[in-house]
């Protein structure tokens, strides 16, 4: 239950002459969270950027550009001086620039050479099989030759019906033909033609037999198909050859260009500049060093005292452990906890995989995605996934923990137990199921806790459960009332509630101990209850009464959601079983099929094992948990600065 | 033998009191799941076009989508307590 971390809010002022070396200051302490300026009454202007700011954003847009082209994406980082990588920028970005605009030129000229040799080779196929020289098709006096395709077939005899002075080839199979014909009957052999629906096709300007010219052209093709292949390559090797340079530099001009367009947020006059901001107060002696040291002492740095309607405007940043962290991601997806709230990360920590390990509670499951999340955790490094994976292990060791005293393994009962309709077998022979104590509605009561027999005294449980969880909600919205509007307040608001469960728990034993005067207790508790609900809350307080039962009937989901993941798992189990002995007496060829579904299933069960618990834990703390304290809301603490990566001062 | 079998069921009342236990609970869930898939649908549609336009309302989305999940829980409470009653 840590607050978030305590703020200091720090205002600089100095003379414009040494805004530069103030900002290079706070950028290399990386702690300052600049609150934005708005120009008001007060005659103070925010100011134009650095002079270098338009150079710099043309650089990094140019570097971007090349970077997204050659799809160069973040890695292992190599680590430069930046004083080099700026030194080098120029020189390198022009060379870079050129040398991938030449190859990108030249390879839309090979491809579009490529397109002309297939149209060529497209023109040239008809003639193929023919394979006259296209020099004979043109430069006739007195000779018609008609090229073309025809839908029907042409015969000799056809053509030698009109004249005997012609000459025809054919080729049966695309149809084409080519036909020499003398001009005087020319007409009359066109006509016929024509009647078989022939269509020109365009001969070839060049000369040369088709099979010899398909041959150059296919050749030609390979040799450009090649010279692509090798300046692509080439870009390529650009690639490997200025990726890290490329990185480097966009981090550089990244900062460059932060720095240069700061003026941009601050207040400034003709002369000086007021640069107003927050610090974590652990950290307020470093930022006014780091300053002082910078500008030889020449800024004035005080503190100001935060006013209670600032408080909404106060950065947040976390003050947690390193064990904690994890959870500040599922605070994040919420929302960031306000500056004057408890920040419920490290009641998360405890909570979340706690009711993740409820629903699941299997030893099989927990191990699986145990391993699952660690590799997934050493293979990537990605700061996004970290977190994820170690709440999903912490998730596992709840869930290895309730597996345990649930007594499951995929869905297997680990031990064996006893009911009215015989004994059911368990996986460890000899682990017998020990009856403790009776539950609700008939049932018992077992270790391991057998869920699918005790249905109704895991809901029981469950809700019980749920009422632990929504009483720890009122308590830490009673700290948070109590803190800033007094106790009487949080009792009024949050402790009521509390109050109102103990007056129906005493109404509720009185009842069914069937003493009346304890139920008249309960129920005299309960009205002073309600009525401290309506001064604390109002009338809508006392309307939100039976959500209280609802919130608290949601918590069985636990239970419910268990089931189903039991039901899976036992199925599978099943018929994966049913299918290697079908009589029970010999393993048979259906053992491959059978191995198949039990991976399949169970592979099916297991990423639903993280989703159906994973959602329904979180849904159970986001609603039910954070609705009875949490605002959230608050402004995210993001420092004037940069982690870098890439390069180094 | 299967004739023989008709007559017998036919003969009997067509739900015995069992029978209308199992219906009545699996009636219970049936029409929560429909009710809660209903409104889920509509939520998570308009969740879905919220978060196109700021991919950080991804959480409260989240959220609003599951708040219908409620009526199936209870659906399945019934249910169950059909059975065991």
Redesign the interface.
């Given at each position: 239950m840590s607050r978030p971390k305590v703020m200091t809010r720090a205002v600089i002022v100095g003379h414009k002459s040494i805004l530069k070396q103030t900002i290079e200051a706070l950028y290399d302490t990386n702690l300052f969270h600049i609150e934005d300026f708005v120009e008001d009454e007060s005659g103070f202007k925010i100011d134009k950027p650095f002079e270098n700011a338009e150079d710099v954003s043309k650089k990094l847009v140019k570097i971007r550009s090349i970077a997204s082209y050659l799809g160069i994406a973040s890695n292992e980082p190599v680590v430069q001086k930046s004083g080099t990588v700026l030194r080098e920028l120029d020189s390198k970005l022009d060379e870079l620039d050129r040398g991938i605009s030449d190859k990108t030129e030249l390879i839309i000229q090979l491809e579009n050479e490529l397109k002309d040799l297939d149209s060529q080779k497209k023109e040239l196929l008809p003639f193929l099989s023919i394979n006259l020289d296209f020099d004979y098709f043109r430069g006739y006096e007195s000779i018609n030759v008609f090229a073309g395709t025809i839908k029907g077939s042409l015969e000799e005899s056809q053509v030698s019906s009109i004249t005997k002075a012609f000459e025809l080839y054919v080729d049966p199979q695309s149809k084409s033909i080519v036909l020499f014909v003398a001009k005087n009957d020319a007409d009359r052999v066109y006509e016929l033609i024509q009647g078989l629906g022939f269509r020109e096709l365009r001969v070839p300007e060049r000369g040369g037999v088709p099979s010899e010219t398909l041959r150059l052209i296919e050749q030609k093709e390979a040799e450009v198909g090649k010279k692509i292949e090798s300046t692509k390559a080439g870009i390529d090797s650009m690639k490997s050859k200025y990726a890290d340079f490329i990185l480097a530099s966009d981090e550089v001009l990244s900062i460059e260009s932060e720095k240069a367009e700061l003026p941009l947020k601050i207040a400034t006059s003709a002369n000086a500049f007021i640069i107003d901001g927050w610090t974590p107060s652990e950290d307020y002696d470093t930022v006014v060093s780091a300053v002082n040291s910078a500008t030889a002492g020449k800024a004035y740095i005080s503190k100001l005292e935060i006013e209670e309607e600032e408080e909404e405007r106060v950065p947040v940043e976390y003050n947690n452990s390193a064990v904690v962290e994890p959870m500040q991601q599922i605070m994040d997806l919420y929302s960031r906890p306000k500056y004057t709230e408890i920040d419920p990360s490290s009641v998360l920590l405890l909570t979340f995989p706690l009711i993740y390990g409820m629903i699941l509670g299997d030893i099989g499951y927990a191990i699986i995605l145990g391993v699952l999340a660690l590799a997934v955790k050493k293979a990537v490094k990605s700061e996004a996934v970290q977190p994820l994976m170690n709440i999903l292990i912490y998730c596992q060791i709840s869930t290895f923990i309730f597996g345990i005293l649930y007594g499951e393994f995929m869905g297997f009962s680990l031990a064996s137990l006893h009911t009215a309709h015989g004994t059911i077998p368990g996986l460890i022979p000899g682990w017998e199921t020990i009856t403790l104590f009776p539950g609700l509605s008939g049932e018992h009561v077992t270790f391991p806790v057998h869920r699918t027999h005790m249905i109704m005294t895991m809901i029981g449980a469950t809700v019980t459960v749920g009422l632990l969880h929504l009483n720890l909600g009122f308590l830490l919205g009673f700290s948070n009332i109590a803190r800033h509007h007094g106790f009487m307040h949080g009792l009024l608001e949050k402790g009521s509630w509390i109050i109102i469960e103990i007056g129906v728990l005493i109404a509720a034993v009185g009842i069914l101990g069937g003493n009346s005067i304890l139920t008249y207790v309960g129920a005299a508790v309960f009205v002073i209850a309600v009525l401290m609900l309506l001064k604390g809350e109002g009338i809508q307080g006392v309307v939100e009464l039976p959500s209280l039962m609802g919130n608290a009937l949601s918590y069985s989901r636990i239970i419910a959601v268990g089931l189903s993941s039991i039901y899976i798992a036992s199925t599978v189990n099943d018929i994966a079983f049913e299918m290697i002995w079908p009589d029970h007496s010999q393993i048979g060829f259906a053992a491959i099929a059978a191995i198949i579904v039990f991976i399949l299933g169970h592979g099916l069960n297991t990423v639903l094992s993280i989703i159906a618990p994973g959602l329904h834990a979180l849904r159970l703390q986001y609603v039910e948990f954070f609705g009875k304290f949490y605002s959230g809301g608050g402004i995210i603490y993001n420092p004037f600065g940069y982690i870098r990566k890439y390069t180094e001062e | 033998m299967v004739g023989e079998d008709l007559v017998v069921a036919a003969s009997g009342p067509i739900l015995d009191a069992a029978g209308m236990k199992a219906l009545g609970a699996a009636l219970a869930i049936t029409i929560t799941g429909l009710a809660s898939a209903w409104a889920e649908k509509e939520i998570g549609t308009a969740a879905i076009g919220a978060m196109a336009e700021n991919e950080g309302l991804?959480?409260?989305g989240?959220?609003l989508t599951?708040?219908p999940?409620?009526i199936v829980?209870?659906g399945?409470?019934a249910s169950?307590?059909i059975n065991?009653a």
């Open positions: - | 991804f959480g409260k989240l959220i599951v708040i999940e409620t829980i209870f399945l409470v169950l307590l065991s």
